[in-house]
């Protein structure tokens, strides 16, 4: 399925090799990694399109479904399930039901997903006439072509995902190797800073930014450096912290925003990063101060500039006794591309899975 601008495999979890060094090695024969074509598997070449999807019934008193997530790298047969994505969870609520874990409802159903990966309730509610999943519609989001029916998700118990906290720091700002950034935890652990500060505009191409080596050395420092801070440890081989740059709007925008995966630039936005720096962007004293003009209590749209256009976050806050984040919502799509089979090598799933795994 595509979910909002990343696609993968959704997979049954109990289809799957229980342990976490088997399902690697399974997944990462399903996508091909290990090549920068993905060229022996269903992978795109790039990282939003080698993530993976594990649904199950929920056991939890609020969800209706489990979504265990994995990120695969494209060419180091590297799986990391520290992460969440909430551009693939916007395929959830569809995959869901399709696969009958949830009853669909007539015209709208409300899907209750627990991420595993981080512990956060998102609210989905998924279009569905005639109690069948309806996939074509008037929703446009940038980075995708086309329209589609709305997704909407409504993000819960997102601060502090990774570390437990807003700030795993405990400051709004830190300085590292001469630059102020913003470490904070909601939905994604992101490191933050000003694009200026890093001697860039901010409003460079993914393509422009891969391109500048110099940069991504100096950032890849920076996120080590702040992913220590945060208490994540050596994150050299980790995903998270993700890193993220603000700047100044210049289309009709909030705020200019860049993120990366973190070694290459995102092409549009990831979910979860879209609500940390949205909050970012609302928390007086962090690095995006004196770059828009932050409203003083929620609910706001927020309207994050991306290298494919823009996303708008709906944020829930009050700022009495400090920021305190109530909800995130944003607006989605989703397509089921194909269903049926993936094959594994038989040695890869006789090691890991067995015979019946």
């Not at 909407?152 to 830190?174: A, E, I």
């Not at 210049?250 to 949205?278: D, E």
């Not at 909800?327 to 015979?355: C, M, Y």
Request: aromatic share 6%; glycine share 12%; charged share 20%.
């Amino acid at each position: 399925m595509r979910g909002g601008t990343s696609r993968g495999p959704y997979f049954r979890r109990e289809d799957l090799p229980r342990e976490l060094e088997g399902l690697s090695d399974v997944l990462i024969a399903v996508l091909g990694s290990g090549h920068p074509l993905n060229i022996d598997g269903i992978g795109g070449g790039a990282a939003v399109t080698t993530k993976v999807a594990m649904l199950s019934p929920s056991d939890d008193e609020w969800a209706d479904v489990d979504y265990f997530f994995a990120q695969v790298s494209v060419e180091d047969r590297l799986v990391d399930y520290k992460p969440t994505c909430g551009n693939i969870l916007s395929g959830v609520g569809p995959a869901a039901i399709e696969m009958g874990i949830v009853e669909p409802a007539e015209n709208v159903t409300e899907v209750r997903i627990r991420a595993v990966n981080t512990d956060a309730r998102v609210l989905a509610k998924v279009a569905t006439p005639g109690r069948r999943v309806r996939y074509d519609g008037e929703a446009r989001i940038d980075g995708v072509p086309g329209t589609a029916a709305p997704i909407t998700l409504k993000f819960m118990d997102v601060v502090g995902s990774s570390t437990g906290h807003l700030l795993p720091t405990g400051r709004l700002r830190d300085e590292i190797d001469g630059v102020e950034v913003t470490c904070m935890d909601v939905a994604m652990p992101l490191v933050i800073a000003r694009a200026s500060d890093l001697g860039v505009r901010g409003d460079e191409s993914s393509r422009e930014l891969d391109a500048d080596t110099a940069f991504f050395s100096r950032m890849e420092a920076i996120r080590v450096e702040g992913g220590k801070r945060m208490g994540m440890g050596d994150v050299t081989q980790s995903v998270t912290p993700k890193f993220g740059l603000v700047s100044p709007a210049n289309a009709g925008g909030s705020i200019a925003v860049r993120y990366f995966m973190p070694w290459k630039t995102h092409p549009s936005m990831a979910v979860t990063g879209a609500q940390c720096l949205a909050v970012c962007a609302l928390t007086p004293g962090s690095v995006a101060d004196g770059i828009l003009d932050r409203p003083g209590e929620g609910p706001v749209n927020i309207i994050l500039e991306h290298p494919s256009g823009a996303m708008e976050v709906h944020v829930d806050y009050s700022i009495g006794n400090g920021f305190q984040l109530h909800s995130v919502g944003l607006i989605r799509t989703a397509r089921k591309l194909a269903e049926g089979n993936v094959f594994v090598p038989r040695k890869t799933w006789n090691n890991q899975a067995g015979d019946t795994g």
